[in-house]
């Protein structure tokens, strides 16, 4: 079959690919995205960010988690909560999704190949779709494939009672009672949380002594402590040797220090694997990292200039929201549109119970680099609208320069706060400063109003 020529061939149609497609298409190049069969809309939309958030939404209705202040600890919405009950929200959300994807790249006229992709050569790919072998050639590629759970040689994620992340979603009939985590990273946080919101019991294990280390170290206190109290338990510091399944129909979990952990359900979150290994990107001339990962300077380039990747084949931070940022300057670069990159603002949102998003500086990020800083707090319980949702975790601290008084790092956790953080990322956005937050007016009864109270609680102790 002759080769078909493309301006752009993007592999891949999550976040990532989907933004770099979409941004070259509109420059009125000729674009084609490919991705296997069904899994349009990537990871992200089938197994990971839509899903599991929507997940999450649903849970956090039935079980009745966030009216537990007014009616008590052990109010919910439905009684017995089953697998059918979320499955219902999460493939109505799922199929929407899906919709608007596949509508967007119509409309933008991406030629859109359903089937997996290889390189042949530097310039040409390969795809294997339902009715044969197509080879196309491009001027530019982005590899936007993503990632997928890694897995331990000794540990076998069965899917009965050992899963990954994408073998947990929607499985099985029925709840389980115990579960173990093993992996206290985004992921395995995220589900503990979900876990425990329906009042399972929950183990989560970790080889590290602290969980998520890039968040401020006051937003992961108040998170330890409020998920313990949702009778999850931590297990830091320790190692899994091994998982097995004992007579009892329990999953077991060795540790190196000798403890044995036992649970209905044992979930395996470490860390995420690149599919580059699917990709024979060696042909191109491309050699992955570590897990696959791959390496790409300031433009999103690989070793080959012509290839770029980005999304979380290139690693840290795994976002969805900076994976489309990054996908579309990617595109940027390849058509010389000029562009400008400030990845020291993008927002952070982690959905566990209570969620938690941050943007700019943490205290101990400006202590290392041996920056001044004062700090100004507004709990939730004191504003208005938190009383009216109940929420007595939320806190929102605003760290800021006391000379100049610009605003240096926002981070929030409890109800909304990866919507409440936009605010302090457009007053970072302008180099805005205390007093702009002291002096603007917001609407009341609103959790934005958490913004004039910190910035008035931050300004008296100057």
């Known amino acids: ?39 349009i809309g990537g990871a992200c939309l089938h197994t990971g960010t839509i899903p599991s958030k929507t997940l999450r939404e649903a849970i956090l209705y039935l079980s009745g988690f966030r009216q537990r202040t007014f009616y008590g600890k052990h109010y919910s919405v439905k009684e017995r909560i089953t697998i059918k009950d979320l499955n219902f929200r999460v493939v109505s959300v799922l199929n929407r ?71 947990l979603l929607l499985q099985g009939e029925n709840i389980p009672r115990t579960a173990i985590v093993v992996g206290a990273g985004v992921i395995g946080l ?50 899994v040797e091994s998982v097995d399944v004992d007579d009892r129909d329990r999953v077991v979990a060795s540790l190196e220090s000798g403890k044995r952990v036992s649970a209905e359900a044992l979930l395996y979150t470490v860390g ?72 020291e603002l993008f927002p952070y949102g982690i959905y566990t119970i209570p969620e938690i998003s941050m943007v700019g500086k943490s205290e101990q990020q400006l202590t290392d680099a041996k920056v001044p800083y004062e700090v100004g707090l507004a709990r939730f319980e004191e504003l208005a609208k ?23 790092g926002v981070h929030v956790i409890g109800e909304g706060a990866s919507e409440l953080v936009h605010i302090g990322q457009a007053v970072l956005s302008l180099g805005g400063n205390m007093d702009y937050l002291r002096d603007t007016v917001f609407n009341y009864p609103t959790l934005a109003e958490a913004y004039k109270v910190a910035a008035l609680d931050g300004l008296n102790k100057l």
């Open 1 to 39: 079959m002759t080769a078909t020529h493309y301006d752009l061939f993007v592999i891949g149609s999550g976040p990532a690919g989907q933004k770099a497609a979409i941004a070259a298409a509109k420059l009125k190049k000729r674009v084609a995205i490919a991705d296997r069969r069904r899994m």
């Open 97 to 167: 999704e899906l919709g608007v994807v596949a509508a967007q790249l119509k409309r933008n006229a991406v030629t859109v190949l359903e089937g997996p992709a290889r390189f042949i050569d530097p310039h040409t790919i390969e795809v294997q779709a339902d009715d044969g072998k197509i080879t196309a050639t491009a001027d530019h590629f982005l590899i936007a494939c993503g990632t997928r759970p890694a897995h331990h040689p000794e540990i076998e994620c069965d899917g009965s009672h050992v899963f990954d992340s994408d073998q």
């Open 190 to 239: 995220e589900y503990a949380c979900m876990f425990s919101a329906l009042n399972v019991e929950v183990t989560v294990i970790d080889a590290r002594p602290k969980i998520l280390d890039f968040v401020d170290e006051e937003m992961i206190e108040a998170l330890s402590y409020h998920m313990r109290r949702n009778n999850v338990a931590f297990r830091l510091g320790e190692k």
């Open 272 to 343: 995420r694997q690149a599919n580059t290994d699917k990709l024979n990107v060696e042909a191109a001339g491309v050699t992955p990292a570590e897990r696959g990962r791959l390496q790409v300077n300031g433009n999103f380039q690989t070793q080959v200039p012509h290839i770029y990747a980005a999304g979380d084949v290139i690693g840290f931070p795994s976002l969805a929201s900076a994976s489309m940022e990054q996908g579309r300057l990617a595109s940027c670069h390849m058509f010389d549109v000029p562009f400008k990159h400030t990845p």
């Open 386 to 408: 938190g009383q009216m949702l109940g929420d007595e975790t939320g806190l929102l601290k605003l760290i800021f320069d006391p000379d100049s008084r610009k605003l240096l």
